[in-house]
Each structure stands twice: as structure tokens, then as C-alpha cells.
């Protein structure tokens, strides 16, 4: 049977995530958010598979992630997509971490902190919200600006319906948001390392 559109991932609250991972029954975490993202906070023990390079080379993840996994995101957006991804390929024992790190850090799990940067969705809101502003002031002296005005509401309107952000994906392959772990070969052998390989 294969994985529709609509079908709703299997996911897992923070709370029994952190007993499986206090009882040392963890699952393999892959956090699919920007390495910036990951650098600031994550969970102990997880891998950074930033969702792009998930999505582009899901068939050569496929072969080292035979175990349970989880997908962790911000609040479950992403993972979700991830989970798609990963189950097209056939990889089973896939489910989301309800609510992404937003759940994790609200439940007071423990994490690990980095310096901090701001996570993809407000550099999206600024970006969005400046280019909207400057449309709109800029009208004022050259009617037709208001249109770029309504090209990014219409584009956020997508965003929404779709649950996917191409800006927000373009603003994901900045330098700021790219770390010097996030290339496939990197990521690889951190998951054939196992435990030895975990941040």
C-alpha cells in the first residue's frame, strides 16, 4: 500500500519519546531542520539530516536507517514531509515527534543548546514582512509595487494550504543556515557510526 497525500503520519508525543530514551530503548533521531536551526537546539542523540538533503538523497539514507526512527523538526511541518519522503522509499518504523522541538522543549526534555540564531519560520516572517512593507511604502511612488505586495501574500496563502514554504526552503540554502556538517558524506558516517556518531 503506498503512502498517500493525505495519510497522517504515526507520531509520538515528547513524553514517551523521552521514556524510550531514558530506558535506553532510543529510537535514531534525525532532525530535519537547517543546520543553524540544529546548532542552536536539539535533542541529545540526534542527527542533523536538514529536509532538502533528506528529500534528494532519501534512496542512500534509506540503506543506513533500519532501525525505528523518528523525524524532528520545529513543530512537525517538516518532519511530516520527511516522513513521506523516507516512506516512498519503503523505509518502515517512521514517526514524528508531535509538535517538533516546540513539544520537546515545553514538555522541559533535555536538550542541547548552542549559540542561538533565529529558526527558519521568523527569518521567513522578516523576509516576507520587509519585502511587504517596502511594497507598500514603494507604491506610494510606483503604483505597481503593490503587486509584489500581493505575489507574497498569495505565495504565504500557498504556504499555508500546502503546508510547505519555498521561501522558507530558498532561505534554508543560505551560508547562515548551512553548517559544516551537512553534506551527505558527513551525515552518512555519522549514521554508520552509531551511538559514537551522535551531537
Same mark, same amino acid.
Given at each position: 500500500?503506498?503512502?498517500?497525500?493525505?495519510?497522517?503520519?504515526?507520531?509520538?508525543?515528547a513524553?514517551?519519546?523521552?521514556?524510550?530514551?531514558?530506558?535506553?530503548?532510543?529510537?535514531?533521531?534525525?532532525?530535519?531542520?537547517?543546520?543553524?536551526?540544529?546548532?542552536?537546539?536539539h535533542?541529545?542523540?540526534?542527527?542533523?539530516?536538514?529536509l532538502?538533503?533528506?528529500?534528494?538523497h532519501?534512496?542512500?539514507?534509506?540503506?543506513?536507517?533500519?532501525?525505528?526512527?523518528?523525524?524532528?523538526?520545529?513543530?512537525g511541518?517538516?518532519?511530516? &514531509?520527511?516522513?513521506?519522503?523516507?516512506?516512498?522509499?519503503?523505509?518502515p518504523?517512521?514517526?514524528v515527534? /508531535?509538535?517538533g522541538?516546540?513539544?520537546?522543549?515545553?514538555? /522541559?526534555?533535555?536538550?542541547?543548546?548552542?549559540?542561538?540564531?533565529?529558526?527558519?519560520?521568523?527569518?521567513?516572517?522578516?523576509?516576507?514582512?520587509?519585502?511587504?512593507l517596502a511594497?507598500?511604502?514603494?507604491?506610494?511612488?510606483?503604483?505597481?509595487?503593490?503587486?509584489?505586495a500581493?505575489?507574497?501574500?498569495?505565495?504565504?496563502t500557498?504556504?499555508?494550504?500546502?503546508?510547505?514554504?519555498?521561501?522558507?526552503?530558498?532561505?534554508?540554502?543560505l551560508?547562515?543556515?548551512?553548517g559544516?556538517?551537512?553534506?551527505?558524506?558527513t551525515?552518512?558516517? &555519522?549514521?554508520?557510526?552509531?551511538?559514537?556518531?551522535?551531537?
Open positions: 500500500m503506498s503512502t498517500s497525500e493525505t495519510t497522517q503520519p504515526a507520531t509520538l508525543d513524553t514517551t519519546l523521552r521514556e524510550l530514551i531514558n530506558s535506553g530503548r532510543a529510537p535514531r533521531l534525525l532532525d530535519v531542520r537547517t543546520p543553524a536551526e540544529f546548532e542552536t537546539v535533542i541529545p542523540g540526534a542527527y542533523n539530516v536538514p532538502d538533503l533528506l528529500k534528494e532519501r534512496e542512500e539514507l534509506r540503506n543506513h536507517l533500519d532501525e525505528d526512527v523518528v523525524l524532528i523538526c520545529r513543530s511541518a517538516r518532519a511530516t &514531509q520527511a516522513e513521506q519522503a523516507l516512506a516512498g522509499v519503503g523505509l518504523n517512521l514517526k515527534l /508531535n509538535g522541538m516546540l513539544a520537546w522543549q515545553a514538555a /522541559n526534555a533535555p536538550v542541547k543548546q548552542g549559540a542561538s540564531r533565529w529558526d527558519l519560520e521568523r527569518q521567513v516572517r522578516l523576509v516576507a514582512g520587509s519585502i511587504v511594497s507598500v511604502l514603494g507604491s506610494v511612488f510606483v503604483p505597481g509595487l503593490k503587486w509584489v500581493g505575489f507574497i501574500g498569495a505565495g504565504l500557498f504556504a499555508a494550504v500546502t503546508n510547505t514554504c519555498a521561501m522558507g526552503m530558498m532561505l534554508s540554502k551560508p547562515y543556515n548551512r559544516a556538517s551537512c553534506d551527505l558524506d551525515i552518512v558516517g &555519522q549514521l554508520r557510526e552509531g551511538n559514537g556518531g551522535r551531537a
